[in-house]
């Protein structure tokens, strides 16, 4: 008796398509992933345990030779084009800092009904523009609305973005003990799951080596901006280079090593010319006249000031202008006028408070603070150096307090007020602590 035919059922689910097409070429499922996936992932998305993103599946429509179409019969092929169309719209509106852009391109993308990983990336964009625009309470909750969305297995890469974001945004929220763990945690997902990705690699790193500096690990933050470096370097992204190189020259600085980090951050600058990035180029600039006052070399640190702020007044940007402003107080302060030195702080200071920049705002009143000292108005130092240790307070920067503090106990002690100044040395110890007098 003659055997029936086998019948041959036709595909239907997206992960039988693909497990069909990979069959047709005699294709493994490791060819198939190739650098960009995993073996595991298209094993997964075989099974139909996941759904891949759109430019995963384009990378798997590419290798099988089949259009997009294909594999997403079941769903609006002009809907999913739009989608991505959005997306990207937004990602690009990051890079230019246009705000608006972000939230209008990422709102219409997830009105075209985003899921899964997709959205969770969506969502990281909102973040970015809230938090850019000081919505920090909203940010955390997109942030964390997006991790509940990701898996850990399949969507690494955006799991480790989110992270990352979410450590910058403890950072600016003053907690960097906090800052530092989820920055860490992208770190680890990055190396577990072998991400090679070296622009978020580099870009953790550098945040991460930032977080170590402002808490006075010098030698962790020192070895971090030199990996940054590295991977910046080999993957020739000029930008990231730059930000390890300065990363470096803190770090340096912080251990001592001033010539060297002079010698960094004038690398630093190079590189950043290069690649015309004039906000970054900026805070270079700014960084290296801060090293040079510390160094005692006025001259060096008034001309890199005005230097740097001609570039500021160029580009529009009144945040530098008013730091750099700071900075020349300080150096006013030191040559001896404590009159031009108040002038400047004070202006600075309102200028960062309209800004909404707190910790800088916190650092022209400790100058404004100093010079009211010099001059022998206690009072009125009293209350630029409460005020600023208030800022600091609310927004739970410890480090920047505890310095504000320690100069504050040696100021009253100066005054023989050694009650007040053991009070703030106490502050100073343990900034998380309650304000003397409160």
Same mark, same amino acid.
């Given at each position: ?17 693909? %497990? ?17 996936? &995993? ?42 084009? +739009? %989608? ?6 937004? !990602?690009?509106?990051?890079? +230019? ?44 909750? %997109? ?17 480790? !973005? ?9 950072? =600016?929220? #003053? ?38 500096? %402002?808490?006075?690990? &010098?030698?962790?933050?020192?070895? &971090?901006? =030199? ?27 912080? $251990? #001592? ?8 951050? !004038? ?5 950043? =010319? +290069? ?14 006249? &801060? ?11 008034? =001309? ?11 580009? #529009? ?61 206690? $009072?009125?130092?009293?209350? $630029? ?30 005054? #023989? ?22």
């Amino acid at each position: 008796m003659a055997s029936l035919p086998e019948i041959v059922q036709k595909p239907v689910t997206l992960g039988e398509r693909v %497990r069909a097409a990979r069959r047709e070429l005699g294709m493994s499922q490791a060819q198939l992933a190739g650098d960009e996936l &995993t073996k595991g992932f298209i094993s997964q998305v075989e099974a139909g345990l996941v759904r891949p993103s759109l430019r995963s599946l384009q990378i798997i429509a590419t290798r099988l030779g089949r259009s997009l179409d294909y594999f997403i019969g079941d769903e609006s092929l002009a809907g999913a084009k +739009r %989608r991505v169309f959005h997306r990207l719209a937004a !990602q690009a509106a990051i890079e +230019r800092h246009d705000w608006a852009a972000v939230r209008s391109e990422a709102m219409a993308a997830l009105g075209q009904q985003a899921q899964g990983p997709e959205r969770a990336t969506l969502l990281r964009y909102l973040a970015a523009a809230d938090t850019a625009e000081g919505r920090r309470e909203q940010a955390f909750e %997109r942030l964390a609305e997006a991790m509940a969305l990701v898996d850990a297995n399949s969507d690494a890469t955006e799991l480790a !973005q989110l992270l990352a974001a979410r450590g910058v945004l403890y950072v =600016e929220h #003053g907690q960097l003990a906090a800052g530092a763990e989820s920055l860490e945690a992208a770190r680890d997902v990055m190396e577990q799951r072998e991400i090679t990705d070296p622009r978020l690699r580099a870009r953790t790193l550098v945040h991460l080596g930032t977080v170590y500096r %402002r808490l006075h690990r &010098t030698v962790k933050a020192l070895a &971090t901006y =030199e990996l940054a470096l590295a991977v910046a370097s080999r993957s020739s992204e000029l930008r990231l280079a730059a930000q390890s190189y300065m990363g470096v020259a803190v770090a340096l600085y912080d $251990a #001592g090593e001033l010539d060297g980090a002079i010698a960094n951050y !004038q690398r630093a600058l190079s590189l950043f =010319e +290069r690649v015309s990035d004039t906000a970054v180029e900026l805070s270079v600039m700014q960084s290296l006249a &801060t090293v040079q006052f510390e160094q005692g070399n006025m001259t060096a640190a008034r =001309e890199t000031v005005d230097r740097c702020s001609e570039r500021a007044a160029l580009a #529009g940007d009144a945040r530098v202008g008013a730091i750099l402003d700071v900075l020349r107080a300080r150096i006013t302060l030191e040559e001896g006028d404590a009159e031009g030195a108040l002038r400047l702080a004070e202006a600075a200071d309102l200028r960062l408070e309209e800004i909404g920049d707190r910790r800088q705002q916190a650092d022209a009143l400790r100058v404004a603070a100093a010079a009211e000292h010099h001059r022998g108005e206690y $009072a009125a130092s009293d209350r $630029a150096y409460g005020k600023a240790i208030e800022i600091l307070t609310s927004i739970e920067d410890h480090p920047d307090l505890s310095t504000l503090a320690a100069e504050y106990a040696q100021k009253l002690r100066a005054r #023989g007020d050694l009650e007040s100044a053991f009070a703030y040395l106490e502050l100073a110890r343990d900034p998380s602590a309650s304000r003397p007098g409160s």
